[in-house]
């Protein structure tokens, strides 16, 4: 396995599903074999690569209980390179499923662990909150990608966000790092958002990506179709930056 990335963030309407989605589906189709883990109850990253989480058969929810084994719960998409493990539901009943648990946090791990060496990515896409699922994320993960919105708000929770991350790698995963952030929902017109992106830049010493997500009316619509950007709309500037973030996460793990 190549890299478990997290990606995480406590605040909702980041962009932290459209960028598992995109970003994986950018990965395999530059030749990447990338599992995507849909690890929220709302099941969005499932759907956004065209399945059905009402009807599919198994969910990660039963994997972690250990009622199905992984290759029962795994999803092959239509995209070439591209699986699953869908959520839905189902899953929010897990907090309470894992109390009394030994070693709860440490179940997702363990269970990507079993699968070592079959993807070059994995990415897992976290509930906005920091709860016990995202506890497995970051304790399965190498690393922790965090999608900032360009508004006023944006930095709000993320000095949380990171205390939880070096929390985690103190008491569950030393090898544990924050990948970096990645600004989302960027408008060129905004002068907000010009303001947001230099602020961060000046004031947070971890790594910021240089690709910009930019706020696009193809990116909003292509969960509906259930498609990542880059087949819904190949051409548009959403598909043209989550190819740019790929190759950009492609080199900073070759530079590793």
């Known amino acids: 396995m190549g890299r478990t990335i997290a990606i995480a963030n406590q605040k909702g309407g980041v962009g932290k599903t459209t960028t598992s989605v995109n970003l994986a589906a950018a990965l395999a189709e530059g030749k990447c ?3 995507l883990v849909d690890l929220d109850p709302q099941g969005n990253a499932t759907s956004g690569v065209g399945i059905d989480k009402n009807t599919v058969p198994h969910t990660i ?3 972690i209980l250990n ?3 992984f290759d029962e719960v795994l999803i092959k998409t239509e995209y070439d390179g591209l699986y699953v493990l869908p959520a839905n539901i189902q899953l929010s009943g897990a907090e309470i499923d894992l109390i009394g648990v030994d ?4 179940l997702l791990r363990d269970i990507l662990e079993e699968q070592k060496g079959r993807f070059d990515f994995v990415l897992i896409d976290c509930p906005p909150s920091l709860n016990m699922l995202t506890v497995n994320a ?3 993960a190498d690393t922790v990608l965090v999608p900032i919105q360009c508004e006023y708000y ?3 929770g993320l000095s949380q966000l990171i205390h939880s991350v ?3 790698k103190q008491k ?3 090898k544990l790092e924050l990948e970096g952030v990645v600004f989302t929902m960027y408008d060129s017109r905004n002068r907000l958002s010009k303001e947001v992106v230099e602020n961060v830049q000046q004031n947070l010493k971890e790594n910021i990506y240089n690709t910009i997500i930019p706020r696009n009316v193809r990116l909003a619509e292509a969960p509906s179709y259930g498609m990542p950007i880059i087949f819904y709309a190949p051409e548009s500037t959403g598909a043209e930056a989550y190819r740019l973030l790929a190759l950009e996460m492609v080199a900073h793990e070759m530079d590793e």
């Not at 070693?103 to 440490?106: G, L, P």
Request: charge should be negative; hydrophobic fraction near 50%; aromatic fraction near 8%.
């Open 138 to 140: 970051m304790t399965a």
């Open 154 to 156: 944006a930095l709000e």
């Open 61 to 63: 929810y039963e994997l």
């Open 172 to 174: 569950l995963n030393p």
């Open 67 to 69: 009622t199905a084994s």
């Open 33 to 35: 074999d990338v599992l």
């Open 166 to 168: 070096n929390l985690i």
């Open 103 to 106: 070693k709860r946090e440490f």
